[in-house]
């Protein structure tokens, strides 16, 4: 099946710092999305982005599909975007998402 | 607010004890998951739903039998499980067509302890 490494696992950053974070997958995709789990394990979509680029906010994500990766880019960073960031992705033809290791983000004030 | 709720949010059981988790969305999708996190591993689907009918098992054990009796409800029926089994179970839902999912929307999770 299709493999998803997400780096770095743990980030710690200094509130107000920016951070890139990055998901790579092994086959083509028709479907990617990142999420934000927060410490009392709610899971938040933040964007569905399958190719190109969106922002919302203070975050922003590229995906290049034919290089099969994706950055998610977190800027001025808040104590609250603390937790957990995953990256999902989905074969096409197969409707299951394949979640990552994910990156543990520590924002300290 | 997600449009997802779970039910209940924590549960302790024992191996011997029969119990159900419930998920509700209240967003008109037509797809309904179940998922399992466990500590230090990637979240799992477990089943898939379009529709009512199931889709997708991923070699879950049959101690787990999940129900969909409509598109806005799901359950995940739980007999004799195992302390391994203890993990968070999360419901999502999402609008698919043809083999491709939207965008899923998660609820807050069912965290479960097997005595």
């Known amino acids: 099946g299709i493999q998803v490494e997400q780096s770095p696992p743990d980030l710690i950053l200094q509130e107000g710092a920016n951070s890139t974070l990055r998901c790579n997958f092994s086959d083509s995709v028709n479907n990617l999305q990142w999420f934000h789990q927060n410490p009392w394990g709610q899971l938040i979509n933040l964007f569905y982005i399958p190719s190109g680029t969106k922002q919302n906010g203070r975050l922003s994500a590229t995906t290049v599909a034919t290089e099969r990766y994706s950055l998610l880019y977190i800027s001025s960073s808040q104590t609250t975007d603390s937790g957990v960031y995953f990256c999902a992705v989905e074969n096409t033809g197969f409707q299951k998402l394949v979640f990552g290791t994910g990156t543990r983000l520590l924002v300290s004030p | 607010e997600t449009g997802v709720t779970q039910t209940p949010r924590h549960l302790v059981m024992g191996m011997t004890n029969k119990k159900s988790l419930k998920c509700e969305q209240h967003?008109?999708?037509?797809?309904m998951y179940w998922y399992k996190q466990s500590a230090k591993k990637p979240l799992e689907l477990m089943f898939v739903y379009n529709f009512k009918e199931q889709t997708e098992n991923n070699s879950v054990p049959s101690r787990f039998s999940p129900e969909c009796p409509n598109s806005s409800h799901l359950f995940l029926h739980l007999h004799t499980l195992q302390p391994e089994d203890s993990a968070l179970y999360l419901c999502a839902s999402s609008q698919a067509t043809s083999g491709r999912t939207d965008t899923q929307y998660f609820g807050p999770g069912t965290r479960l302890t097997v005595l």
């Open positions: 967003l008109g999708h037509n797809a």
